[in-house]
C-alpha cells in the first residue's frame, strides 16, 4: 500500500514537471522574448545572450546550467539535483519547441505581466514537484548552506545583477519591464506553492484557556499545544495556546477567543509550511 502511495506520489511530481516546465516556457517564448523583453536569473541571461547573438534560448539556459549542476551535484542533495537537472532539461526542450510559435500579444505591458504570471505558474508547479528550473536556484540554496545567505537576499542580488546587464545591453524599458514580471512571478510562485489555503501558527494568552482550549478541537477540529510561559512584568506563570489553522480557520478562531475572553492576547504568525494530521503529510525520498 505504502509503495503504491509513494509511486503514485512520484508519477504525479513528475506530471507536474512537464507541466510546470512547459507553462514556464511558453511564457518566456511565448510572450517575453516576441515583445524583446527579459526576465531575471539565468533564463535572463539565457535571453540576453539570446538578443546579442541569435542563440536560441532553451540550449543556451541548458547550457549555462550544466556547469551549476555539476558544481552542486555533491552538495545539495541527490533528490533535489535529479530533479533540477529534469526540470532544466524539460525547459530547454519545451523553449526550443515552443520558439517558432509566439503568442499574439504585442503590448510589452501585457506581455511582462502575463509573462510574469506564467513564469510564476511554472516555477511555482516545479517547486511543488520538489524540483527547480536551476540556475538561481542552486546558487541560492548554496549560499544559504554555506555563507547563512537568506534565500531573499540572494534571489535579490541575481535579479539586480541580471536586471543592470539587461538595461545596459538591451535597454532602460527592458530591464523596467522586466522587473514587473518578476515581481509578479514573485506572487504567484508564493501563492502556488503555499496554496490558498495558507497556515496561520497562532499564539494565545486568556485566562480562559482552559474554556477556550476544547472549543479550539470541538468547532475548528484542530488540536493545541500548552507551553507554559512566564510574565516579563508580573513574573506570574501564563499558559500560552498554539495551534496551527488555515487563513480561512483564522477567521473563527478570532471570533472563538472573542467570545470567550475579550481581553485575550493572540499572536497570528505566518508558517512557511505545516506537516501533519490536517495540512500536507508529506512526501516520499524517491528521485
Do not use: K
Not at 2 to 22: E, K
Not at 197 to 217: D, F
Amino acid at each position: 500500500m505504502y509503495r503504491n502511495h509513494g509511486l503514485t506520489r512520484l508519477l504525479g511530481d513528475y506530471v507536474l514537471m512537464v507541466l510546470g516546465s512547459g507553462v514556464l516556457s511558453l511564457a518566456l517564448v511565448g510572450l517575453i522574448v516576441p515583445n524583446h523583453l527579459a526576465d531575471a536569473g539565468l533564463t535572463g541571461i539565457a535571453i540576453l545572450i539570446h538578443y546579442l547573438s541569435g542563440l536560441p534560448v532553451g540550449p543556451v539556459f541548458g547550457a549555462l546550467n550544466i556547469p551549476l549542476l555539476a558544481w552542486a551535484w555533491g552538495s545539495q542533495g541527490r533528490r533535489f539535483m535529479w530533479r533540477t537537472a529534469v526540470g532544466v532539461a524539460l525547459v530547454s526542450a519545451w523553449t526550443t519547441l515552443l520558439a517558432p510559435y509566439p503568442l499574439p500579444v504585442h503590448d510589452a505591458m501585457l506581455a511582462a505581466i502575463y509573462g510574469g504570471l506564467g513564469v510564476g505558474i511554472g516555477l511555482g508547479l516545479l517547486l511543488r514537484s520538489g524540483s527547480s528550473s536551476g540556475g538561481s536556484d542552486i546558487v541560492a540554496r548554496h549560499g544559504h548552506r554555506r555563507y547563512g545567505w537568506s534565500f531573499s537576499q540572494a534571489y535579490l542580488v541575481m535579479d539586480l545583477i541580471v536586471l543592470v546587464c539587461v538595461a545596459i545591453w538591451v535597454g532602460l524599458p527592458a530591464a523596467m519591464y522586466a522587473w514587473i514580471a518578476t515581481m509578479v512571478a514573485g506572487q504567484v510562485v508564493n501563492y502556488v506553492v503555499e496554496g490558498p489555503r495558507r497556515a496561520r501558527l497562532a499564539l494565545l494568552i486568556s485566562n480562559q484557556e482552559e474554556q477556550i482550549r476544547p472549543r479550539i478541537t470541538a468547532e475548528l477540529g484542530r488540536g493545541a499545544t500548552r507551553l507554559e510561559g512566564i510574565g516579563a512584568y508580573t513574573g506570574a506563570n501564563r499558559p500560552v495556546l498554539m495551534t496551527a489553522v488555515s487563513s480561512q480557520e483564522l477567521i473563527r478562531l478570532r471570533q472563538l477567543v472573542l467570545r470567550e475572553d475579550p481581553q485575550a492576547f493572540l499572536i497570528v504568525l505566518p508558517a512557511a509550511e505545516v506537516v501533519g494530521e490536517g495540512f500536507w503529510q508529506g512526501g516520499t525520498d524517491e528521485v
